[in-house]
């Protein structure tokens, strides 16, 4: 099964570094094959046979752990998580200098629906959407400012998501299908 690990916080700012060549090794050390990596953010794809993605998360940050000394949280999904996700993203949404969409990739904790609620979404300005295992969230860079979007940083919620924006999500995905045929 082909899964991709998102790794959150990483490289981010000068802070949590660590070097995508070295964190290639530490999974292919402790089993996963066909380890790929893609940009600098925590994004690696890999294919293994028999965990969960439980138990697949917890010997990645346990790993992580061991060979870097930091405490990462690593959101594991299989190719199929993936692809329901992204065909739920709408053809139109985009990341570039009119808009920002982005997909925030849920802790397995508060994966339902009802997380939706404790969103500061403004109707007219935001596009928000839950499918299993994230949340899509649109708006036009014009109303960036007063979107609620910025209001999940420091938030209860922002800390079990990890987001890409939907371009990384979209070539993860691609990818992860690459590796899978």
């Known amino acids: 099964m ?3 690990a998102l790794l959150r916080g990483i490289n981010v700012g000068g802070k949590n570094k660590i070097d995508m060549k070295l964190l ?12 790929v990596t893609y940009i600098n953010t925590g994004n690696i794809i890999f294919s293994y046979n028999g965990l969960s993605k439980t138990e697949l998360s917890r ?5 992580i752990h061991n060979d870097f000394g930091l405490q ?8 199929d998580d993936v692809r ?3 065909n739920a993203i709408p053809d139109t949404w985009k990341n570039d200098k009119e808009m920002s969409s982005d997909v925030m ?14 969103l500061a979404i403004k109707p007219n300005i935001d596009t928000v959407k839950y499918v ?3 949340i899509l969230w649109s708006v036009d860079k014009q109303n960036v400012t007063k979107s609620g979007k910025s209001k999940i940083v420091g938030s209860k919620i922002y800390k ?5 924006n939907v371009n990384t999500a979209r070539k993860i995905y691609e990818l992860m299908k690459a590796q899978n045929s």
């Open 2 to 4: 082909v899964y991709i």
């Open 24 to 35: 290639k090794m530490t999974f292919e050390q402790v089993g996963m094959n066909n380890v």
């Open 59 to 63: 010997i990645l940050e346990e790993a």
């Open 72 to 79: 990462i949280k690593v959101v594991v999904r299989n190719v």
């Open 84 to 86: 329901g996700i992204i």
């Open 105 to 118: 990739f849920l802790w397995d904790e508060i994966d339902d629906e009802s997380v939706l609620e404790n």
């Open 132 to 134: 299993p295992g994230a």
């Open 160 to 164: 079990q998501v990890t987001i890409r």
